[in-house]
């Protein structure tokens, strides 16, 4: 059987293709090593903070306080979260949140602290349950979830309130 130059050269070409191709996702960037948010959670970025993974618990009882659950991932400088907002609710109390510098710092919902499901990770710091007084939008929807930062300025971000979910039982007020 004689091989050709050319059949040669093409098969060369295609392996160094696919080996050039597959290194693509490797790195500091890659895709899988980027934060992102769950479908179904409100995200955003502002300069050098991004917030994931927003979304809304309604209270469990009549009259109880609804629970905001955010992750905010500092990508440079310290902040600090003065101040959230969420429509058709009371001011949020839980604030001010000190963000350190290159740290995920997770706003968890009651009963579900990252800390006392899995230790902590490494740059990874669990900060204070955020709830939300009179919160009248049902779960379903959508609300406006304002983040004021004492640096960064501010941030809108559109936020389902969801109902539990079987990992959620028993969480919120």
Do not use: K
Request: net charge neutral; glycine share 10%.
């Amino acid at each position: 059987m004689r091989t050709s130059r050319r059949g040669v050269a093409t098969l060369a070409a295609g392996i160094v293709a696919a080996a050039a191709l597959a290194g693509c996702g490797a790195g500091n960037n890659s895709q899988s090593s980027r934060p992102y948010t769950a479908p179904n959670a409100g995200a955003g970025t502002l300069g050098q903070l991004t917030i994931t993974d927003v979304f809304l618990l309604p209270p469990r009882l009549p009259g109880g306080d609804a629970s905001l659950h955010a992750a905010v991932i500092t990508q440079g400088a310290p902040d600090q979260l003065v101040g959230v907002s969420v429509q058709s609710a009371d001011p949020v109390t839980g604030t001010p949140v000190t963000l350190p510098a290159f740290t995920s710092t997770v706003l968890p919902v009651p009963d579900l602290s990252v800390s006392a499901v899995l230790p902590t990770p490494p740059g990874q710091v669990v900060g204070p349950m955020l709830t939300v007084p009179n919160l009248t939008t049902p779960a379903g929807s959508n609300v406006a979830v304002t983040f004021s930062f004492r640096d960064a300025g501010t941030l809108t971000i559109a936020a389902p309130v969801t109902t539990p979910q079987a990992a959620y039982t028993g969480v919120g007020s």
